[in-house]
T-cell receptor, first 115, second 113 residues
């Protein structure tokens, strides 16, 4: 059974600081997703990482994937209050080129960025 | 990427009743997925719906409780049957679009009283 572990689960930080959220998973996969969820809202796709060594950046967020270590990171640079949200990583173990099997989610990281 | 319209956005239901949630995708997709998000929790996959065949349910979810229809490549429904307060959750549908991305509907916030 695939397990996806995120840490930390709660993070309170000050604006301007840097921090990293970690996502470990237990089964071979080369497809890893990061989502943002604001309170009462649905999921917003942040990054889709599709291969070992993939690195993607959008604004103050950067995500990377190491499939050999089964680890993905979401790095926040110079945090701002607007980044406060819950961040989920999710893993897809569908065979490449085959039908989709859906995603297995981590528990989420509740991030609060204080001015 | 695919855009999914989900409704209702929220509902308050009496225990013992059923609620059907609808999702419409703006493009044809092979698979659609239904998730449950209990209060303050992560998302758990309920089932995968493939057009023209019965849905595939994850462990802990059964067809009698969560019947799913998938009549065509752009539409699916999830019914939450014989509801109890424990069914109070957010229910989300999802579809895989281009480039392996998964898009989510806006969610249905269900409260059972």
């Amino acid at each position: 059974e695939l397990k996806v572990e995120q840490n930390p689960l709660f993070l309170s930080m000050q604006e301007g600081k840097n921090y990293t959220i970690y996502c470990n998973y237990s089964t071979t996969s080369d497809r890893l997703y990061w989502y943002r969820q604001d309170p009462g809202k649905s999921l917003e796709s942040l990054f889709v990482l599709l291969s070992n060594g993939a690195v993607k950046q959008e604004g103050r967020l950067m995500a990377s994937l190491d499939t050999k270590a089964r680890l993905s990171t979401l790095h926040i640079t110079a945090a701002v209050h607007d980044l406060s949200a819950t961040y989920f990583c999710a893993v897809d173990i569908s065979p490449s080129g085959g039908g989709a099997d859906g995603l297995t989610f981590g528990k989420g990281t509740h991030l609060i960025i204080q001015p | 990427s695919a855009v999914i319209s989900q409704k209702p956005s929220r509902d308050i239901c009496q225990r013992g009743t059923s609620l059907t949630i609808q999702c419409q995708v703006d493009s044809q997709v092979t698979m659609m997925f239904w998730y449950r998000q209990q209060p303050g929790q992560s998302l758990t996959l309920i089932a995968t719906a493939n057009q023209g065949s019965e849905a595939t349910y994850e462990s802990g979810f059964v067809i009698d409780k969560f019947p799913i229809s998938r009549p065509n490549l752009t539409f699916s429904t999830l019914t939450v049957s014989n509801m109890s307060p424990e069914d109070s959750s957010i229910y989300l549908c999802s579809a895989q679009g281009a480039n392996y991305g998964y898009t989510f509907g806006s969610g249905t916030r269900l409260t059972v009283v």
